[in-house]
């Protein structure tokens, strides 16, 4: 069974980490660039990360550069997301979703056919 599961969201303090993760069964996930996305309530899902299938070439949206880093390991089927130096403007459920290629091209959805249940984070004091 083709399956996504992120994990590893949960509250944290402004100024906090949160290491998330998106572990794939059922498919090799290390043929394919990962992408971060988000969405907080009222708001369109936005792209926070992308990756591409040798872990070669990442991108970040400006909001979370330098804070925000990807990383995979596809020895494990599994690729991360290490969030550091947390907003509250950071809430929202979290999600992973598996390019179509392997290369990183923008975060429009049409480029990403599997996709997560989400994990939510939130940020507050």
């Known amino acids: 069974q083709v399956q996504i599961v992120e994990s590893g969201g949960g509250l944290v303090q402004p100024g906090g980490s949160l290491r998330l993760s998106c572990a794939a069964s059922g498919f090799t996930l290390g043929y394919y660039a990962i992408a971060w996305f988000r969405q907080a309530p009222g708001k369109e899902r936005e792209g926070v990360s992308c990756?591409?299938?040798?872990?070669?070439?990442?991108s970040y949206a400006d909001s979370v550069k330098g804070r925000f880093t990807i990383s995979r390991d596809n020895g494990k089927n599994t690729v991360y997301l290490q969030m550091n130096s947390l907003k509250p403007e950071d809430t929202a459920v979290y999600y992973c979703a598996t390019s179509r290629t392997s290369v990183c091209s923008g975060f429009g959805s049409l480029r990403y056919d599997k996709w997560g249940q989400g994990t939510q984070v939130t940020v507050s004091s």
């Open positions: 990756i591409s299938s040798s872990g070669g070439t990442t």
